[in-house]
């Protein structure tokens, strides 16, 4: 089946690519295994060689990368071209720190036996990428699998496969033939990499979509990132710089963030708060200071949740003409107050530059209306009090809490989900674990 390329931006037709079959994928899982036995084989001092040099030819065509980024995303240039930075610096990373990594304790535990741990790859990794971010996704889930000694194939998002594929093409002459595939293609070719002999399925996206993948992958291991709905806690005396910087965060590859901002719950001070807010996003304009949505039916999503709602008081920012004019899936920032706990607009993940406004009458409110969603995969808290900071980020339910922040990741920093949010790491030397397990061996010493 052919699958034709849109450009957000426009709207219009940028190409064509090719769905994998059964035949497709089951061909690549047979290779991508021959290729694991060898990658295993490796020391970790040469994948990690191989690894290095995967990020350094990654920097060498990082323009490439960008233009490929760019065409699938509508991202701004340079925002691209720092999630190219990144992905680089996580196969970095991962590369040091399978050569690191240490384990449970080795010895004698009973007389007369000698035990130790060893850390195995699974063996070949399917993993199912979001489009939201491309190329840094692919590092994120692939660079960790890769450094622990498997084989990944990869199937990008339907709308994103361009810098995947790249990828794969500078794995296979870096890595080796087979070792970092990738298969293209939309939920039909997803549903059919579940359903191949894959060892292990490491998958960004939906919560439904998770869920079917859950189920498919049966007893195998599954790693899931399912999205979030972040709540931010505001207090009265939060810094003077918070509201530009919630800004900044909101509008981030258009809202598009599973770590995004997206319920601010006001400790007494709704009002307040809502319009510094609006005037703090009053300065973001849709196609001139971030990017479109990435398919209609994100726009559908975006317009069915946001608009309507009894009681609610919305507000919205602005398009930049020349960007309305072109065609593309362009909206604006919105600010939406008088909004009821289960409210969809509260309650579900609307991936966009969009915030919430609810008043709590005291901190255990606030922590109670944060935590009283299905998603908890993180969250924020500002006040320049911080010890009353660190004792609401002890109780909000999230994989990864900001004081005085929104958005503040390193490699070596782990980030995963609890709840609906998804049960799996990313990041840091955790992740490791994710693509490896452990192989106890003991040996009797005493012979007679």
């Not at 323009?63 to 490929?68: G, Q, R, T």
């Not at 993993?127 to 971010?133: D, E, K």
């Not at 870096?174 to 060892?199: A, Y």
């Not at 973001?284 to 946001?306: E, I, M």
């Amino acid at each position: 089946m052919k699958r034709r390329l849109f450009d957000p931006t426009t709207g219009g037709e940028r190409g064509i690519v090719t769905d994998a079959d059964a035949s497709t994928i089951n061909d690549a899982v047979r290779k991508g295994r021959r290729a694991a036995a060898i990658w295993a084989s490796f020391a970790p001092r040469e994948r990690a060689d191989r690894l290095l040099r995967l990020a350094d030819r990654i920097l060498d065509h990082c323009d490439e990368y960008v233009v490929l980024e760019c065409a699938g995303t509508g991202k701004p240039t340079e925002q691209a071209r720092g999630e190219i930075e990144q992905s680089a610096d996580l196969f970095r990373f991962y590369a040091q720190a399978a050569r690191s990594q240490t384990g449970p304790a080795s010895g004698s535990f009973v007389d007369g036996y000698e035990s130790w741990v060893r850390f195995e790859p699974v063996g070949i990794v399917g993993a199912i990428l979001p489009w939201n971010y491309p190329m840094l996704m692919a590092a994120w889930r692939c660079a960790p699998a890769l450094a622990a000694g498997n084989s990944v194939l990869v199937k990008p998002a339907e709308s994103t496969p361009d810098s995947a594929t790249l990828l794969a093409e500078h794995a296979a002459e870096l890595l080796g033939p087979h070792v970092f595939d990738v298969v293209t293609g939309g939920r039909e070719t997803g549903r059919l990499l579940c359903e191949s002999d894959v060892d292990l399925l490491a998958f960004t996206g939906s919560a439904r979509a998770g869920r079917e993948v859950a189920k498919a992958a049966g007893t195998r291991h599954v790693s899931l990132e399912l999205g979030g709905n972040g709540p931010v806690v505001v207090f009265p005396d939060a810094p003077h710089d918070t509201f530009e910087r919630l800004a900044d965060a909101t509008i981030y590859n258009a809202g598009q963030n599973c770590a995004a901002p997206a319920r601010v719950i006001a400790v007494r001070c709704a009002d307040q708060v809502a319009q510094k807010l609006r005037e703090a996003l009053g300065r973001k304009v849709a196609g001139r200071d971030f990017g479109p949505l990435n398919n209609p039916d994100q726009l559908n999503r975006y317009d069915s949740l946001v608009t309507g709602g009894a009681g609610r008081r919305a507000w919205f920012g602005t398009v930049d003409d020349q960007a309305k004019a072109g065609g593309g899936y362009y909206r604006p920032v919105a600010v939406i107050e008088g909004v009821r706990q289960d409210d969809p607009v509260v309650t579900e993940e609307i991936f966009a530059p969009v915030l919430t406004v609810q008043e709590a009458s005291s901190t255990a409110e606030a922590i109670a209306l944060a935590n009283d969603v299905p998603q908890a995969l993180a969250a924020s808290v500002w006040t320049t009090s911080i010890g009353a900071a660190l004792a609401v980020a002890r109780q909000l339910i999230a994989g990864e809490v900001w004081v005085n922040c929104h958005l503040v990741q390193s490699a070596e920093l782990p980030h995963g989900g609890r709840r609906a949010s998804g049960s799996g790491v990313d990041l840091s030397v955790l992740a490791l674990a994710e693509y490896q397990r452990p192989k106890t061996v003991t040996a009797r010493v005493e012979l007679e």
